[in-house]
């Protein structure tokens, strides 16, 4: 899968929690999903969740623990696709 | 004047109800005698005795006008009628929102909005079966907030940005009453200036299965369900159980004048206790003295004579308990039947509403006396004989009272446990 539609779904699974969603329109592999977007923190169980139903993956508390950014996810799924 | 004697006024109301949504539609309902008594198939495939309840309708449909995704799919019904009765309260009492993102709390203003039963339809839903399945770790972030008990008030105060006292009560079916006694209360003494006030019960079929198990639920009138909750009635055979929410802005009297709020009445007095189980309580039925002394409590803190009350907004769900609950008002009012105010059942509308049905009620009570109208009690043509001697007190149509003054309301719940209001028309 390609990056770009990792990044989309991404995008897709978090939209729901953004509590900022004028950030989706200049949102980037860069922005960070707590300080930029405004999604609560205690959602990121939620997300994690989205992320392993959606991509048929297993994402382990650690490495849930150190995605900060939207790249961060991205970059964990693609590695775990491949 | 000092601080505890500050004046209490409701500025604000906010429905959700079996028979209507929003403060105009309800006062409308209540005046046409309109029934939000429905078949409901899925109490039938369950194997209910009792197939009909009160549930409102709509409100699937107007969610995401009131409610963010994110704060959605961390909400039940209950949660979500508490929210939108909030919501349509404080924007009925001309108050406003400060932004979730950087705006103000209003450390002035709380909350005291109850439940009796609370999300236990999340819990078998949602919770038990993952964790039974062996996956705790697929039950998500939002099971907490919607499991504990504080669940409804919580999310109340997020949504409005209040900083004063903000709880869940829970007293069973005496809930709601007593939150607006308890909120009337806090901003007499001076420790807020508004709160919202009342309660809220979810539509679900694990809520009232418990109560269908102990034959308390009517059963025999599945097949005509607006004639079903049947208070007073010869023929009542038990509640019929209802949900939604009922909540009431109070708020000082400085501070309604203050910014030019619409007084919709006064409340004047409450009072709650419990009758220790003894002289006739029980779990599941008032002791009589207790029910007489928090009645009196009431009208005593109001400063009224009994011959002053207008209207009595009773429990009166429609059990064997009616005739006695009648009795109680009239020994402790000291007035004999014919001299009793008029007497009315809300439930015969919209059902046993439990946690939400006092805040449900005092709402009725309040539009009553700001509209002037006394709503009929529905399905008593047959009163119950042991009530014969009232019955020219018993309202059975509405009635249009422009003078109407004061309405007591009171709520009596399992445990033993009392509650009881005075309003009256406001007077500045």
Known sequence: MEQQQVFDKVIAILKPFVKAPEALATVSMGSFIVKDLKVNSARLVDVVLEIEDTFGIAVADADADKVKTVGDAVNLIVKSKS | ?428
């Open chain 2, 1 to 428: 004047m000092s601080e505890r004697d500050r004046r209490v006024v409701v500025t604000g109301l906010g429905v959700v109800a079996p028979n209507a949504h929003g403060a105009a539609s309800f006062a409308g309902a209540l005046r046409e005698g309109k029934s939000g008594i429905r078949f409901q198939p899925h109490l039938a495939e369950a194997g209910f005795a009792c197939c009909v309840g009160g549930i409102p309708e709509g409100i699937e449909a107007l969610e995401a006008s009131y409610l963010s995704d994110e704060e959605r799919m961390a909400m039940n019904r209950n949660m979500v009628y508490a929210a939108i009765a909030a919501l349509d309260a404080w924007s009925d009492a001309g108050l406003t929102r400060s932004s979730a993102e950087g705006g103000d709390v209003d450390w002035g203003a709380g909350a005291i909005v109850g439940t009796g039963i609370g999300g236990i339809d999340t819990v078998v839903e949602k919770l038990a079966p993952k964790v039974d399945a062996g996956k705790v770790g697929r039950l998500g972030s939002t099971m907490v907030e919607q499991i504990m008990s504080s669940g409804n008030s919580a999310r109340i105060a997020g949504l409005l940005g209040l900083g004063n006292q903000v709880t869940t009560n829970s007293s069973a079916c005496n809930t709601g009453t007593e939150a607006v006694v308890d909120a009337f209360l806090r901003i007499r003494e001076g420790r807020a200036e508004r709160m919202l006030a009342g309660g809220s019960e979810g539509s679900s079929k694990y809520i009232w299965a418990g109560f269908d198990a102990m034959k308390v639920l009517e059963r025999r009138h599945n097949d005509r369900p607006t004639e079903a909750s049947r208070p007073m009635s010869a023929t009542a055979g038990g509640f019929v159980p209802g949900s939604g929410a009922g909540l009431l802005v109070l708020e000082s009297l400085a501070s309604a004048e203050a910014r030019g709020a619409r007084i919709y009445a006064e409340v004047l007095g409450g009072y709650t206790n419990c009758g220790g189980h003894r002289m006739g309580g029980s779990m599941t039925a008032p002791n009589p003295s207790g029910v007489r002394r928090c009645i009196q409590g009431a009208v005593a803190m109001a400063g009224i004579a009994p011959e002053a009350i207008d209207a009595i907004n009773g429990h009166l769900t429609a059990t064997f308990a009616d005739p006695h609950e009648i009795a109680s008002w009239s020994a402790a009012l000291g007035l004999p039947p014919a001299k009793m105010p008029l007497l009315h059942s809300t439930k015969s509308l919209i059902g046993h509403a439990l946690g939400a049905a006092g805040g449900l009620e005092c709402v009725a009570s309040v539009l009553e006396i700001f509209h002037g109208f006394v709503h009929g009690s529905l399905n008593c043509e047959d009163l119950h004989p042991d009530l014969t001697a009232y019955a020219d007190r018993i309202v059975h149509r509405t009635v249009e009272r422009p003078d109407l003054q004061v309405v007591a309301k009171a709520s009596f719940g399992f445990g033993d446990v009392n509650g009881c209001v005075i309003f009256r028309k406001f007077q500045s």
